[in-house]
């Protein structure tokens, strides 16, 4: 054991972890990745564009295939995202009808 580091016991692992590794460890652990269509890793912030026209249910239209989603935020669901479009309130769309710009 070096440096100044303090030093934590991972029960998992049985291992002693520099405390920064296991704080990194676990965060990793609580994320879901989210991926779009064809397999890209979707993030916070990122445009995406319907791969085919999806009916809005409550708001009486269709979004058309090819319309651009600006700032998705990711739900912490690993098939949903959460949207905003003009006219849709909470709008959520599944990451399967979504590819990455």
């Avoid at 397999?39 to 319907?50: E, I, K, M, S």
């Avoid at 708001?59 to 989603?69: N, P, W, Y």
């Amino acid at each position: 054991m070096s440096g100044d580091e303090d030093y934590i016991y991972d029960e998992d692992s049985g291992e002693w972890l520099p405390a920064s590794e296991l704080a990194a460890k676990r965060a990793a652990e609580g994320t879901v990745e989210v991926r779009d269509a064809v397999g890209n890793l979707l993030a916070d912030g990122d445009q995406v564009t319907l791969i085919k026209d999806l009916e809005v249910k409550g708001a009486g239209q269709t979004l058309k295939r090819g319309t651009l989603i600006k700032s998705i935020r990711l739900t912490g669901d690993a098939q949903e995202i959460d949207c905003r479009f003009d006219g849709i309130k909470g709008l959520v769309l599944r990451a399967e009808f979504v590819k990455k710009r």
